[in-house]
């Protein structure tokens, strides 16, 4: 292509709200045949909502919500934000900013968050953060953390000092849409991949959903970056559509990387592309460009 051809694309991009970096970003896009996308944020809307709670131990509700929110006020994520909203829900309007403080607040990439409030460690995160912690995980916490999950929805846990004390079910809506636009992904003959932090169980659970047949669950930042290599090692050109810091380093290593506009600073920082839309379909209006770009001239 023509460097003419080049800023017509990158234009036409910008027109559709593809924010193109330079014409390497454009030109690599043409030859994609794999999308890696994350699930939070991604094809999911990003706003959790917590949509059931069970307190396995004999306890205030205000007093298992307060140490809770005191803890997860503390964290970007947004399941961290959907538990803190329902917290709220527990005092009366205005009466609610005020949360104990916590000390030494840890979040643990992929796995949740702890601190301390009130003189007790809190946890809050998957199961594997509880495993990591040499907790036992009750009977009915686990019952419940499986059928959070056959419903693609996140199950999590809470311990108060060693203990655990409750379980959250949340829920976070698939973006419109989805279904198809891995349909027309396929149609176009790239293949489509999910790659998330969350729990195997909800992965397959929302992969089937939308018509994704390759999941990796339970992945950290590094683990979704490694995947990303080694579909590039089989030969694959892929770009990767995230939302989070924790897509960063796949970002960086995939062929391209595409950012939902909505996602966080750094996660648009490391992308070649931005879907200012937050629109899963413009992951085909990218490829459909540059395959126009870099096609047509030869
Ligand atoms: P994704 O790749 O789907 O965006 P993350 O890697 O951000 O997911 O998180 C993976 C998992 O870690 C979540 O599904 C959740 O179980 C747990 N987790 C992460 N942060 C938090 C938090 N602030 N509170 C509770 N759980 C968390
Ligand atoms: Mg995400």
Redesign the pocket.
Known sequence: ATPTAVMVGTGLGASHGVLIKGGQALESTHKVNCVVF????TLTMGKPVVVYTKLLKTMEPQHFYELVAAT?VN?E?P??KA?VEHAKTFWEEGDKSIWPEARDFV?V?????KAMVRHREIL???KS?MLQHDMIIPEDAESILAQAEKLAQ?G?LVSFDQEVTGVFAISDPLKPGVREVISILKSMEVMSIMV????LGTAESVAKEVGIETVIAE??PEQKAEKVKDLQASGYTVAMVGD?I?DSPALVVADVGMAIGAGTEIAIEAADIVLMKSNLEDVITAIDLSRKTFRRIR
Do not use: F, M, Q, Y
């Not at 994350?38 to 944020?41: A, C, E, N, P, Y």
């Not at 990439?109 to 968050?113: E, K, L, M, N, S």
């Open positions: 994350d699930k939070t944020g997860e964290s994520h399941l961290a538990i979040s990439p992929g796995h949740g968050v809050i995160g998957n953060l996140t999590i998330t932090g969350d729990n992945a950290n989070g924790n």
